[in-house]
Nanobody
Framework: QVQLVESGGGLVQPGGSLRLSCGVS????????MAWYRQAPGKQRELVAD???????NYADSVKGRFTISRDNAKSTIYLQMNSLKPEDTAIYYC?????????WGQGTQVTVSS
């Protein structure tokens, strides 16, 4: 059973940066397009960014130009570099497959953007 472990969240001021990491157990990650999702209080989980098995990436309009998704298949890890953070980026961030039946969700990592 694949386990997802997200880390790197925290409290940051508007305009600040954070780098999130997601470790994927086993050696399955290289076979899948991966993605970062987020869920803000009272809202549904939404797709933030995805990365194909290679390097092709896509971003939600709300984060385009500020966030960068990347992957290291050798380390079974994906990353989300978040710059120019805004209060509306406050949410719990999760990683998972981009498509198909998702693996069991991890606990996520809380990102809070506030002055």
């Amino acid at each position: 059973q694949v386990q997802l472990v997200e880390s790197g969240g925290g409290l940051v001021q508007p305009g600040g940066s954070l780098r999130l990491s997601c470790g994927v157990s086993g050696s399955f990650m290289s076979f899948y397009a991966m993605a970062w999702y987020r869920q803000a209080p009272g809202k549904q989980r939404e797709l933030v960014a995805d990365i194909a098995r290679g390097t092709t990436t896509n971003y939600a309009d709300s984060v385009k130009g500020r966030f960068t998704i990347s992957r290291d298949n050798a380390k079974s890890t994906i990353y989300l570099q978040m710059n120019s953070l805004k209060p509306e980026d406050t949410a719990i961030y999760y990683c998972n497959k981009y498509s198909g039946t998702p693996w069991n969700w991890g606990q996520g990592t809380q990102v809070t953007v506030s002055s």
